[in-house]
DNA sequence: CCCTGATTCGC
DNA sequence: GCGAATCAGG
């Protein structure tokens, strides 16, 4: 692509009307790589994306580290004395290494839901009556029989007999 | 899989 | 400087 002014200038107005890149691109025959590539040289405002590339990993990059400092070996038995610097003025804390306060771990969890209001009462039955999701959707709530989780009606609808049932299997 | 924009990096 | 490749989110 040759950036001509007329080129530059058709660039920035499209930007600035808004058209995504790829339009650009496709309005001037060109890729939309071409055009972001040439926007973001050109330090046009960046629209409204949503990526964020923090934290992208990077591998190629050495990064040569220094060392902290050259451990200089004294001529033993002499360490110099420290020159009487610093005795008056600022107190050279900048170089500390700053430890980072300590991050407070997550909160304990307050307390796990001891338990379902015991019921040592009688339950209600849970046979479902209507179609779930629907507003009219309810359960029995009739009483259910001791041991079961619905009432005699419904039990007795629940739990038929092998012999019965088998009928109904596929 | 389509779209989007951003960044990188070999050329 | 260029832009394809790549990344990343919708």
Known sequence: ??????AI???RALWAEGHST????????????AVVGKAHRLNLPARPSPIR?????????????????PVAVASRSTLP???ASQAAGAPQAANQPQVPPPVP???????????????????????????PGTPDFRFCSAEATP???????HAAVAYVKARDRREDAA
């Open 81 to 83: 004395a420290p020159p």
């Open 105 to 131: 771990m997550a909160p304990p969890q307050p307390a796990v839901v001891r338990s379902f209001p015991r019921f040592g009462s009688a339950r209600s039955c849970c046979w479902p009556i209507g179609e």
């Open 22 to 33: 790829a339009e650009i691109g496709r309005r001037m025959g060109i890729s939309k790589n």
């Open 53 to 69: 590339r923090e934290a992208v990993e990077r591998p190629a990059q050495p990064a040569p580290m220094r060392l902290p400092r």
């Open 9 to 11: 200038e058709r660039l």
């Open 147 to 153: 041991g079961k989780p619905y009432c005699t009606q």
């Open 1 to 6: 692509m040759d950036w001509t002014a007329e």
